[in-house]
């Protein structure tokens, strides 16, 4: 069965960039999310594999929604995003139980390098 993968980002560009780069490695069930409430209520109807999502977004940030996701379901894979300078948010998020996070920009390799290696 195909894996579904939610991406929640406020910007579209980003979204269509990790989008761009999972369709070209076989990743095409995917679901978007432009802010994290849109995440947890799309996590709770969609129950997705895998989300990737970034910290800084308004209505919820990343770190809301990941612990609501998390109180959902505490098996939920969730990759957080950053950008450089955001060291200590993305501590908590792991602490939270993010499973990995990419930093922005973006390379390829390591989107799927830490897809691969949740999703495996």
Do not use: H, W
């Not at 980003?14 to 978007?32: A, H, Q, V, W, Y």
């Not at 990737?52 to 609501?68: C, S």
């Not at 922005?104 to 999703?119: E, G, H, Q």
Request: proline share 3%; charged share 25%.
């Amino acid at each position: 069965m195909e894996k579904k993968i939610m991406l929640v980002d406020d910007a579209a560009f980003m979204r269509m960039m990790i989008k761009d780069t999972l369709s070209k490695n076989g990743f095409t069930n995917i679901i978007e999310a432009n802010n994290g409430q849109v995440a947890v209520t799309n996590y709770a109807a969609e129950k997705p594999d895998l989300v990737i999502m970034d910290i800084t977004m308004p209505v919820m940030d990343g770190l809301q929604a990941l612990k609501e996701i998390k109180a959902q379901d505490p098996d939920a894979n969730i990759i957080m995003c950053s950008a450089m300078g955001q060291e200590a948010m993305v501590v908590d998020a792991l602490k939270q139980g993010a499973k990995d996070f990419i930093v922005k920009p973006f390379k390829a390799d390591r989107i799927m390098k830490t897809v691969n290696s949740i999703l495996g």
